[in-house]
Nanobody, 127 residues
């Protein structure tokens, strides 16, 4: 079981940057996939990016790769999401999440695999 605390949201102008942080605590963190999801106003929660903690392998949606970068700091037990060239359509609540691969693993893109969630960080991008 893990506990997640995400932070770093805020208000930024279009074209600006923000970095979200997710502090992870608990046992066997190295066995998890860590993901970032977002929920725009009035819409469903959607996948943004993920990283396999042990290997550092990363995953992105096509629309965000190149603008967003996920990374992790083993010594600080922290996962980051660096967001550049932000657009008004990036406005959403961003959530950090953790998934432990088990039998019949659906993969890091699938929200159903994530059992642990942070409280969310509001990101607002003005035009």
């Amino acid at each position: 079981q893990v506990h997640l605390v995400d932070s770093g949201g805020g208000l930024v102008q279009a074209g600006g940057s923000l970095r979200l942080s997710c502090i992870v605590s608990g046992r066997d963190i190295g066995e998890y996939f860590m993901g970032w999801f977002r929920q725009p106003p009035g819409k469903e929660r959607e996948f943004v990016s993920a990283i396999e903690w042990s290997s550092g392998k990363t995953y992105y949606t096509d629309s965000m790769e190149g603008r967003f970068t996920i990374s992790r700091d083993n010594s600080a037990n922290t996962v980051y999401l660096q967001m550049n060239s932000l657009k008004p359509e990036d406005t959403a609540v961003y959530y950090c999440a953790a998934a432990l691969p088990v039998t019949r693993w659906l993969g890091p893109y699938n929200i159903k695999e994530y059992d642990y969630w942070g409280q969310g960080a509001q990101v607002t991008v003005s035009s």
